[in-house]
T-cell receptor, first 111, second 117 residues
Framework: GEDVEQSLFLSVREGDSSVINCTYTDSSSTYLYWYKQEPGAGLQLLTYIFSNMDMKQDQRLTVLLNKKDKHLSLRIADTQTGDSAIYFCAAVKAAGNKLTFGGGTRVLVKP | DTEVTQTPKHLVMGMTNKKSLKCEQHMGHRAMYWYKQKAKKPPELMFVYSYEKLSINESVPSRFSPECPNSSLLNLHLHALQPEDSALYLC????????????????FGPGTRLTVL
């Protein structure tokens, strides 16, 4: 089955860029997602990328997909204290609705 | 509008109680999901309803009983739970169900924080 891996923790200074990395194993994954979860809250969809794309930009967020290496990254420009949260990468195949989540990356933004 | 609502926000129950969690969406989505999330872990899929029919049950114990009364509502009935069932229960919905080849983005509710004493 699909396996999605993320690094556990990232510390970044306010105003710097953050880059969160994710790897997945199933090359037939068609959609790859980034969700944000603040303490005690649900998951907020940040962005997603379809597997035939290699980049998607949405305001401060840039998603890069290297399909050959099965590597996904989320770059947050001008990181703010409100960006402190857990970020989950998730993958799904076209033929099913089961999301496979990575373990989550805890991002801490220091003033 | 991409809102999924869940009630209650918090629930404390004893092991002999019966309670229900509720989830609602008015986006016209035809697939709805229940996830369980333990602290510092990713969500784990429990059930999927597609076009109001149960399509996936991830071997969840029978003390959890899902119900989809209509396309906008999803319930999770709880009975004789154990303390290890304490977790954040998340509901999600997506536009199309498993009948179709395409998959769709899942939108999550804020969750119900359940504590079993």
């Amino acid at each position: 089955g699909e396996d999605v891996e993320q690094s556990l923790f990232l510390s970044v200074r306010e105003g710097d860029s953050s880059v969160i990395n994710c790897t997945y194993t199933d090359s037939s994954s068609t959609y790859l997602y980034w969700y944000k979860q603040e303490p005690g809250a649900g998951l907020q969809l940040l962005t997603y990328i379809f597997s035939n794309m290699d980049m998607k930009q949405d305001q401060r967020l840039t998603v890069l997909l290297n399909k050959k290496d099965k590597h996904l990254s989320l770059r947050i420009a001008d990181t703010q204290t409100g960006d402190s949260a857990i970020y989950f990468c998730a993958a799904v195949k076209a033929a099913g609705n089961k999301l496979t989540f990575g373990g989550g990356t805890r991002v801490l933004v220091k003033p | 509008d991409t809102e999924v609502t869940q009630t209650p926000k918090h629930l404390v129950m004893g092991m002999t109680n019966k309670k229900s969690l509720k989830c609602e969406q008015h986006m016209g989505h035809r697939a709805m999901y229940w996830y369980k999330q333990k602290a510092k872990k990713p969500p784990e899929l429990m059930f999927v309803y597609s076009y109001e029919k149960l399509s996936i049950n991830e071997s969840v114990p029978s003390r959890f009983s899902p119900e989809c009364p209509n396309s906008s509502l999803l319930n999770l009935h709880l009975h004789a739970l154990q303390p290890e069932d304490s977790a954040l229960y998340l509901c999600a919905s997506s536009q199309e169900g498993m009948r179709l080849a395409n998959t769709d983005t899942q939108y999550f509710g804020p969750g119900t924080r359940l504590t079993v004493l």
